[in-house]
């Protein structure tokens, strides 16, 4: 069964930084994309940033551009969104996905003073 | 970026009713969308993929179609574990844009 754990989420200060991880189990971590998607309170659903099984490509938001920083390490099945330059804006709960039929339970984070 | 439009926004619909959701493409992704089921405080469920094939488990009341940039969700008799807010995503260029969300309530 796929399991993906999200850890990292808490409050931090504008401008402040953050570092998530998610925990994969059940499959072939290193032969599978993986993506983070975020949720603001009560709103819908944004795409982040993805990167490829290798780790040799990645992509985001434009929102995100330049502040955020999607790795993997393989040999340990887990996944990492490192935040910087953090805003309210990116208030939200994050969530880890495999492919699209794979989702965490997400971890939130808090912007705010 | 590709950019997702859904209508509607809402629908307030009865069990046993048919319901209809559409999503467009601001350009064309062939197939390649997805249809998502949120319930509250929940992660999103995979519905379909590749505009028209439902994920395993999931009742064949739902059914996608579509191709280009016009495609449908629909929800061929609605039961009450059905209301919840369902979302399109097109999986045919990074980033992977997702629509506005469609809530679907109680009438």
């Known amino acids: 069964e796929v399991q993906l754990v999200e850890s990292g989420g808490g409050l931090v200060q504008p401008g402040g930084s953050l570092r998530l991880s998610c925990s994969a189990s059940g499959f072939t971590f290193s032969s599978y994309a993986m993506h983070w998607v975020r949720q603001a309170p009560g709103k819908g659903l944004e795409y982040v940033s993805a990167?490829?099984?290798?780790?040799?490509?990645?992509y985001y938001a434009d929102s995100v551009k330049g502040r955020f920083t999607i790795s993997r390490d393989n040999s340990k099945n887990t996944l990492y969104l490192q935040m910087s330059s953090l805003r309210a804006e990116d208030t939200a709960i994050y969530y880890c996905?495999?492919?699209?039929?794979?989702w965490g339970q997400g971890t939130l984070v808090t912007v705010s003073s | 970026d590709i950019q997702m439009t859904q209508s509607p926004s809402s629908v307030s619909a009865s069990v046993g009713d048919r319901v209809t959701i559409t999503c467009r493409a601001s350009q064309s992704i062939s197939s390649w969308l997805a249809w998502y089921q949120q319930k509250p405080g929940k992660a999103p469920k995979l519905l379909i993929y590749a505009a028209s094939t439902l994920q395993s488990g999931v009742p064949s009341r739902f059914s996608g179609s579509g191709s280009g940039t016009d495609f449908t969700l629909t929800i061929s008799s609605l039961q009450p574990e059905d209301f919840a807010t369902y979302y399109c995503q097109q999986t045919n260029s990074f980033p992977l844009t997702f629509g506005g969300g469609t809530k679907v309530e109680i009438k």
């Open positions: 996905v495999k492919e699209s039929e794979s």
């Open positions: 990167i490829i099984s290798n780790g040799g490509s990645t």
